[in-house]
């Protein structure tokens, strides 16, 4: 099957950085667009921001100059850098991928199981 794992979530004060990381394992042929999401608690999940597998990126425009989306083809891995953190980036950050598994040659949606931002001083 296929797992989404993220790592680097934590607690900051405003004005610091933090960088997400998430792997994808399992039985994949090939991961298309790649991206990160997140939930605030009370709200919907929104788009923070998503990235081909050529590296076209795309940006919520609350994080847009603050936040650095990118991946690694050869390790199956996205990344978010995130800087100049404000409170109201608080949330659980979720990954997502668009993966074709090896056994089942059909494009489907993954998540994994979030990790955990919180800004505050």
């Known amino acids: 099957q296929v797992q989404l794992v993220e790592s680097g979530g934590g607690l900051v004060q405003p004005g610091g950085s933090l960088r997400l990381s998430c792997a994808a394992s399992?039985?994949?042929?090939?991961?298309?667009?790649m991206g990160w999401y997140r939930q605030a608690p009370g709200k919907q999940r929104e788009l923070v921001a998503t990235?081909?597998?050529?590296?076209?990126?795309n940006y919520a425009d609350s994080v847009k100059g603050r936040f650095a989306i990118s991946r690694d083809n050869a390790k199956n891995s996205v990344y978010l850098q995130m800087n100049s953190l404000k409170p109201e980036d608080t949330g659980v950050y979720y990954c997502?991928?668009?993966?074709?598994?090896?056994?089942?040659?059909?494009?489907?949606?993954?998540w994994g199981q979030g990790t955990q931002v919180a800004v505050s001083s």
């Open positions: 997502n991928a668009q993966i074709i598994r090896i056994d089942i040659f059909i494009s489907n949606n993954y």
């Open positions: 399992g039985r994949i042929f090939r991961i298309n667009d």
């Open positions: 990235i081909s597998r050529a590296g076209s990126t």
